[in-house]
């Protein structure tokens, strides 16, 4: 079975692109915004990973990251951030708010690729 990928961001383009490069590896869901990815977590609908962008149309900045962080819910869900914020605020706010890893955009698809399976490679050998 594969393993489910959350993707939320307002960029439609950003969001077609990571579900093309992920999609034969992974079960992707896409949200634009954070009440339609609060939405899809509310149905228990649960990705084995969130990508999103702290900037989302409907909340302010790292609203969404923070009560992912906050809930015990979600809290063991593996976050990545793909931000255009100041490269220092989108450090400090990751290390705020335990993001697994985060990039900046522009952001090479295929190295987030590596990455979401470095992640899940040590997530199977944890378990």
């Known amino acids: 079975m594969k393993k489910k990928v959350l993707i939320i961001d307002s960029s439609k383009a950003i969001r077609f692109l990571l579900e093309t490069v992920l999609g034969s590896e992974y079960e992707v869901m896409t949200a634009s915004d954070g009440c339609s990815a609060m939405y899809l977590l509310s ?3 649960l990705p084995d990973f969130i990508i999103t962008d702290p900037q989302l149309p409907d909340l302010e900045n ?3 990251i923070e009560q992912l962080s906050g809930s015990i819910l979600f809290n063991h869900i593996p976050v990545i951030v793909l931000s255009s914020l100041d490269y220092e ?7 705020e708010f335990e993001v697994i890893e985060h990039f900046n955009k522009p952001f ?5 690729l590596d990455s979401i399976k470095r992640i899940s490679h040590k997530q199977l050998i944890a378990n």
């Open 89 to 95: 605020e989108t450090r400090r706010k990751c290390e």
């Open 62 to 64: 790292w609203e969404l």
């Open 108 to 112: 090479n698809p295929l190295v987030l």
């Open 43 to 45: 149905k228990r609908i």
